[in-house]
């Protein structure tokens, strides 16, 4: 969860960032798309997949964690 936060400041905070990510991701340039993710200091890059419309960003708790306590699923539509 603390993840999604950091990403979801560094977007609200940083229009170029969020110009960027989105530009990468609707080129479906996967490489720049998790170097920018990565850029925000995020700790695990969540699993992402890309529309016309938007980007999905699906972060997971740790695998070895018994408890498995969360999943979170952004869904950000292009604007």
């Given at each position: 969860?603390?993840?999604?936060?950091?990403?979801?400041?560094?977007?609200?905070?940083?229009?170029?960032?969020?110009y960027d990510?989105?530009?990468?991701?609707?080129?479906?340039n996967k490489p720049a798309v998790e170097n920018l993710l990565k850029s925000t200091g995020i700790s695990r890059v969540p699993s992402v997949s890309y529309?016309?419309?938007?980007l999905r960003?699906?972060?997971?708790?740790?695998?070895?964690?018994?408890?498995?306590c969360c999943d979170l699923t952004l869904k950000l539509r292009w604007m």
């Open positions: 969860m603390k993840d999604a936060s950091i990403l979801l400041v560094k977007m609200a905070e940083s229009r170029k960032y969020s990510l989105m530009a990468a991701a609707q080129q479906s529309t016309p419309d938007g960003l699906h972060f997971e708790s740790d695998k070895d964690d018994p408890q498995k």
